[in-house]
């Protein structure tokens, strides 16, 4: 049955699942549990956010502290996967992925491959990325394009809190190493959630608006400014077709392809910089594979090439829209 819960419930729920499904599983992060058995405290804090407040208390011995080094316990926990375990670790924000790349790039990313297949690294990196808190260019990146280019990671991007638990588990329970990125502005975000466990597969992507006279293709966050506007376009009597990835790595090229043939008007809209991004692969991808099909140049709605500000009318101005993601349908349509 379902209801409603948030983004950030949704995560905890698909956490507890598993756990509840597989010992092997284990949670560990920087405070996550951070708290424990302070005076007045019921349990841990359940990390920066309480995205896994909760756990602490219910599975004892299995949600761990980690010290302020995520190049330490990023490490602890491919190794830990490599030697059976399923860890869920936490790493506060994307930005701080740089100080652990050689864990993530040349160890969990390359284990399959250099062990002809027979080592598996079933880790799960959750962090969060995105602008729109105000808090500077050091903790509002997007960098899914750094994790997308490297071959034997998986990334993710949930959108809903739906998605979030579906793609949670399916992380979860997947032998590869994943990336699960969260944008911080949909913590808060209600949707509909089954009670029940369930995985939603890796590579489908979710059409959440049909549309015959243009497509968006975008995820995360972004999502939900592109629906905003493909409804404000709808009144004007231009029918959009909003795609959602769900998943970077790997890619639903054949939903990309198939939209993009049809309507012939493309425009990818992606929160990061531009230069070696997702948008920019898909738009090679259109380009190189429904050229004949298209009767526009695609247009690419993205944040420019430079850091997050944090000046608040600035930082509003650098994240796209749904107004500029509109005008941008408006100029393939013209």
Known sequence: M???????????????QEMARDENVIVMGEDNAGGAGSPGEQDAWGGVLGVTKGLFHRYPGRVLDTPLSEGGFIGAAVGAAACGMRPVAELMFIDFMGVCFDQIFNQAAKFRYMFGGKAVTPVVIRTMQGAGLRAA??????????????????????????????????????????IFCEHKLLYSREGDVPEESYAIPFGEANVVRDGDDA????????????????????????????????TTSPLDEETILESASRTGRVVVVDEANPRCSV????AALIAQRAFKSLKAQ?????????????????EDMYIPSSEKIAAAVTKVRS
């Not at 819960?5 to 698909?14: D, G, R």
């Not at 994790?147 to 329970?173: E, M, N, W």
């Not at 695609?298 to 600035?314: D, N």
């Open 215 to 246: 497509t968006i293709i975008t995820y995360g966050r972004m999502v939900h400014q592109s629906v905003e506007a493909a409804n404000a376009l709808a009144r004007q009597g231009i029918d959009v077709e909003v795609i959602d990835l769900r």
């Open 137 to 178: 260019a050091q903790h509002s990146q997007m960098l899914t394009s750094l994790f997308t280019h490297v071959p034997g990671l998986k990334v993710v991007c949930p959108s809903t809190p739906y998605d979030a638990k579906g793609l949670l588990i399916q992380s979860i329970r997947d032998d590869d190493p994943v």
């Open 2 to 16: 379902a209801r409603k819960i948030t983004y950030q419930q949704a995560i905890n729920e698909a956490l507890s």
């Open 298 to 314: 695609i247009e690419l709605v993205t944040a420019p090439h430079t850091p997050a500000p944090f000046a608040g009318v600035l």
């Open 279 to 282: 948008a920019t692969d898909i």
